[in-house]
């Protein structure tokens, strides 16, 4: 359990439920590295350009440099770095880091352990996904550090003290009770779908992310199609304080389909639940608006 404590102690900010996924991210293209190449340095230069394209994708709306959790991780006892001629890296600067050929690496004996236990290589992995980001994301995350994707569905970690992990007592009829609260469509676009008695193509969507406080509660979920919860999930949709739908500035669309099925949502009124329902509750659409929504907002 040693690693397992080590990845949970992970400095992390949690004022407000912030996100910092920088150093889990880290971890996760070093061990994807472990498993292709095997336990080599590896080199600031070379991975500078993917770990910020993984920020970019995977962070708060305004990520910190690859250069930040390249330096600080090796205080978390799982990443030893130094420059080219074997000294301490000298600061969190990406141009200091460059200019020095800083280079890191796991310990040796943290990827010794990976490599002899794949069940604690997949533990260790579904334990920086639960502790970092949505379930939704987490397939498209192993893609982007070039692990398995069969990891992102590796059994969530059974706790071993109290508080220490995540939490795992999902609500297992939560689906059911956002569907009935919405009428079976989607609160964005109205969809439905159904196969005989089987509704197909609508999720429940959290707003606040189960791993950082979001409830499995109707005040923290809306009922939305396929397509758009992935778009939520990645900051492309959310909403505003008034109940209207956000579409960021930043996604691009090029076909009529996009433009209808996306950008054309911007300003619109999300559909509410029936009657009777709870609605979305305003501290957890700040909250998605703050830590995952990807600003500024089409007009």
Request: glycine residues 10%.
């Amino acid at each position: 359990m040693e690693w397992l404590e080590l990845i949970l102690r992970l400095r992390r900010r949690t004022d407000n439920g912030t996100r910092d996924p920088h150093k889990a991210l880290l971890l996760l293209y070093a061990i994807g590295q472990l498993q292709r190449v095997g336990h080599k340095n590896i080199r600031y230069r070379d991975a500078e350009s993917l770990l910020n394209g993984m920020l970019k994708e995977f962070g708060p709306p305004r990520p910190a440099g690859a250069a930040y959790p390249f330096h600080h991780l090796a205080s978390d006892g799982l990443w030893e770095v130094a420059t080219g001629s074997g000294g301490a890296c000298p600061s969190a600067d990406g141009a200091v880091m460059l200019a020095e050929d800083v280079h890191g690496r796991l310990p040796p004996a943290f990827a010794h352990d990976l490599l002899a236990e794949p069940a604690l290589l997949a533990q260790i992995v579904r334990l920086l996904l639960d502790t970092n980001f949505e379930s939704g994301l987490h397939a498209d995350v192993c893609a982007a550090a070039g692990l398995m994707p069969e990891l992102a569905r590796t059994a969530a970690v059974a706790p071993y003290g109290k508080g220490d992990l995540p939490r795992t007592e999902r609500d297992p009829i939560l689906r059911q009770k956002i569907l009935l609260a919405y009428d079976c469509r989607c609160a964005f676009c109205g969809f439905e779908g159904w196969i005989g008695t089987t509704v197909i193509g609508l999720e429940a969507a959290r707003l606040r992310w189960w791993a950082f406080d979001g409830q499995d509660d109707p005040t923290n979920c809306v009922c939305l199609c396929t397509l758009h919860h992935k778009l939520l999930d990645k900051g492309v949709l959310g909403l505003s304080p008034l109940g209207r739908i956000m579409v960021s500035r930043q996604f691009v669309g090029t076909t009529e389909t996009s433009r209808r099925l996306v950008t054309d949502l911007a300003g619109r009124a999300f559909h509410p639940p029936q009657p009777g329902f709870a609605g979305p509750d305003t501290r957890n659409i700040a909250w998605h608006g703050r830590q995952v929504f990807r600003g500024p907002a089409l007009a």
